[in-house]
């Protein structure tokens, strides 16, 4: 079964407008991490932004929020006034705790942005 | 400046060689990963390291091996017995293995003569 689903595989947004790229995720683990990265077309895998499961906050970094909705099993990275340096790939990706051995990182099968001028 | 860093950028192998790619990391972190990406996919974890002289294997260590001697340093060997080596390979590292952030280095792009 799929852990990490990302349902979107390319998504078309306007220059200056947000956007939200969609990550649902399944783990019986209480203790788990989300994570978005982000791909441009040189490969790197840049780390954008976290959420620890416990976290109650929803996690912000700049122009990146991580919509969380733990009932829901959700974790939606949500792009503020969108630029054209971000049109890339955009991977979701959760580590699970101890109790489900908590060595690997899984990674969903990611979503294009494009970002229109 | 802290980081990982991989070479070569692009590696050819010929057809029963076995290539190394390194992967090096000056961010004092235990912990180190090999990731391969196939065109328009997502990550596969090869092998990780938590500690020096410890590795275990991923879902896809058939065909390739790996030594970790010293901290800062996790290289990949591509076996001949790795029939289909074409593909990106990442390196990241983190402090432990459980919920910690994973940093990648910039990848090296394998291709097969």
């Known amino acids: 079964a799929q852990k990490i689903t990302q349902t979107q595989p390319g998504m078309f947004v306007q220059e200056k407008e947000a956007v939200t790229l969609d990550c649902t995720y399944d783990?019986?683990?209480?203790?788990?991490?989300l994570f978005w990265y982000k791909q441009p077309s040189s490969g790197e895998m840049i780390f954008l932004i976290y959420?620890?499961?416990?976290?109650?906050q929803n996690a912000t970094e700049g122009r990146y929020s991580l919509n969380f909705q733990k009932a829901r099993k959700s974790a939606n990275l949500v792009i503020s006034a969108s630029q054209l340096g971000d049109s890339a790939m955009y991977f979701c990706?959760?580590?699970?705790?101890?109790?489900?051995?908590?060595?690997?990182?899984?990674f969903g099968a990611g979503t294009r942005l494009f970002v229109k001028a | 400046d802290g980081g990982i860093t991989q070479s070569p950028k692009y590696l050819f192998r010929k057809e029963g060689q076995n290539v190394t790619l390194s992967c090096e990391q000056n961010l004092n972190h235990d912990a180190m990963y090999w990731y391969r990406q196939d065109p328009g996919q997502g990550l596969r974890l090869i092998y990780y390291s938590q500690i020096v002289n410890d590795f275990q294997k991923g879902d896809i260590a058939e065909g390739y091996s790996v030594s970790r001697e010293k901290k800062e340093s996790f290289p990949l060997t591509v076996t001949s017995a790795q029939k289909n080596p074409t593909a990106f390979y990442l390196c990241?590292?983190?402090?432990?293995?459980?919920?910690?952030?994973?940093?990648f280095g910039p990848g090296t792009r394998l291709l097969v003569l």
């Open positions: 990706a959760m580590r699970e705790g101890r109790l489900a051995g908590g060595f690997k990182t899984i």
């Open positions: 783990t019986s683990d209480p203790s788990y991490g």
């Open positions: 959420q620890g499961s416990y976290d109650q």
């Open positions: 990241a590292s983190s402090m432990g293995l459980l919920v910690e952030t994973q940093y």
